[in-house]
């Protein structure tokens, strides 16, 4: 970028949070670069088609949280390629005593499930009288679930639920930081009950979905379809093989310095990397805490084995989301997504394709197993939840060494540590998942957030 050319907006890292922010603000008109460290775009969003399987390396859907979504991809040209997933996938189960167990979708179901006992749901009869925790604690999840629904929906309910989004642990998350939303009912409403039913009138009028009925989707081919379409829109804006090594104030902006580029200046500066890599960061300014801060945030390793079948093994089709396995059930895997079962074209006609998640906080060392050792393992859990009992004929692993931030107790202050140096340092940014959310649609939240915050004072 030459100084003949305004100074733009210089964003780091091209994940779907960096690339979507960058759409935004080239979309009003700003002058903007991507910065990114690998060859390719997407950071942990990856797609790939493989003997005619699709194969998804990182997130495998996304759900449809926010209308957001849906104009951005109006916008981009990709709604053709949209597809929410099957109807089948309302059904999830989840492993107690060895079997799968729908998840049960309404009071009825939960009246004649085997996934809690008897007391468990006479139990959950008292949430609405269990008062508020107190607001300026920190409370983790486990300590209000056990405390608001009993033990056993604990274990079975929010523990597997948890290591399927997080692959975290509720004893660890902060549930204010983790699941706001949750905390929120609580404190708005004084019980979850009460406030799933007022919360959903109030959401309608807002057009927001909460997480438990948004509706997952994805694209014909895959996820990476978003980050191709936010490359497309960007072309030349995006340099790859472009790490940041440093970052400096230089007059009203900054002084970037890229692995094998001159020094690069940019009027704002918005960090979108994993808060592990501020560490290699050579920063010209102070914000100790901030890098302190970032550094205390946790990425458990995961392990996802894709399996695909050409011919379905099973007498019968698997119908759903997939399964989780709650801790307690002390097996070697997470759970599993069937994807042949949620879209469109994931294996070849009458194949079946599903991925197995391993590792996370519960096990991060199952994670990091040699390839034998974790498929043998994914392979017997399967003949024994499954009855999948042939190897695959296309078996992948990708692993994530550092998979996903756990927004633990004590999350607000190191973010506190982090608004604070935004506060003092004008023009500079620091977004990604680590803050906002996980998923991808609040991936995509945010960066429309941040993509105001840097118009906004741009304009001021
Ligand atoms: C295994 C797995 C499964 C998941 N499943 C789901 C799911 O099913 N649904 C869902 O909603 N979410 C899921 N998620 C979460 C979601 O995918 C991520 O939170 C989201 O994609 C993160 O996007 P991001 O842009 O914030 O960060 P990233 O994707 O991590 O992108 C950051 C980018 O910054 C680059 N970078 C790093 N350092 C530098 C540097 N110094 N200079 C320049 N660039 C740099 C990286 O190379 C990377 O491209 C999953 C995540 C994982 C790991």
């Known amino acids: 970028m030459s100084d003949a050319h305004p100074t733009p907006v210089a964003v780091i890292g091209a994940g779907v949070t960096g690339l979507t922010l960058a759409h935004l603000l080239d979309r009003q008109g700003l002058p903007v670069c991507v910065y990114e460290a690998q060859a390719r775009l997407g950071g942990t969003m990856r797609t790939s088609r493989e003997e005619g399987f699709l194969v998804e390396h990182g997130p495998n859907s996304a759900q449809e949280t926010t209308p957001l979504l849906r104009q951005l991809f109006a916008g981009l040209g990709i709604d053709g390629q949209f597809e929410y997933a099957a109807p089948a996938s309302k059904n999830r189960y989840v492993v107690r005593g060895g079997r799968l167990h729908a998840v049960p979708l309404g009071p009825t179901a939960l009246l004649g499930t085997g996934l809690f006992s008897g007391r468990a749901k006479l139990r959950l009869l008292a949430e609405p009288f269990i008062g508020r925790a107190n607001p300026d604690e920190d409370e983790d999840l486990a300590h209000f679930v056990e405390r608001r629904l009993g033990r056993e929906f604990l274990d079975y309910a929010i523990d597997p639920f948890v290591s399927g989004v997080f692959a975290g642990l509720p004893e660890k998350l902060s549930v204010r930081s983790a699941f706001p939303r949750l905390w929120e009912l609580e404190q708005r409403y004084g019980s979850l009950i009460k406030g799933a039913i007022l919360g959903a009138r109030e959401r309608r009028k807002r057009q927001e979905q909460s997480k438990q009925s948004a509706q997952s989707f994805s694209f014909r081919e895959g996820l990476q379809a978003l980050i191709d379409a936010l490359a497309r829109s960007l072309g030349d804006k995006v340099r790859t093989r472009a790490p940041l090594r440093g970052l400096r104030p230089e007059g009203a902006g900054f002084s970037l310095e890229l692995e094998g580029q001159a020094p690069v200046r940019a009027r704002a500066v918005v960090l979108t990397i994993p808060a592990y890599t501020y560490e290699g960061l050579e920063i010209g300014f102070d914000c100790a805490e901030a890098r302190r ?168």
């Open 293 to 460: 801060a970032l550094a205390q945030i946790y990425y458990p390793p995961v392990a996802v084995v894709f399996c695909g079948y050409r011919r379905n093994p099973l007498a019968r089709p698997l119908n759903g989301f997939g399964f989780l396995v709650p801790r307690r059930e002390q097996r070697q895997i997470l759970g599993s997504l069937w994807n042949s079962s949620l879209f469109s074209g994931r294996a070849p006609e009458g194949g079946l394709a599903l991925t197995v998640f391993v590792g996370g906080s519960r096990q991060p060392e199952h994670a990091l197993w040699p390839e034998d050792r974790l498929m043998d393992a994914v392979a017997a859990e399967l003949k024994d939840l499954l009855g999948l009992a042939p190897r695959p004929d296309l078996q992948r692993i990708f692993r994530w060494p550092r998979a996903i931030p756990q927004y633990q107790v004590g999350h607000r202050q190191l973010m506190g540590a982090v608004e604070d140096c935004e506060a003092r340092h004008p023009g500079l940014y620091l977004g990604g998942n680590f803050r906002g959310g996980i998923s991808v649609a609040d991936c995509v939240k945010s960066a429309h957030a941040l993509a105001d915050r840097v118009a906004g004072a741009l304009a001021g």
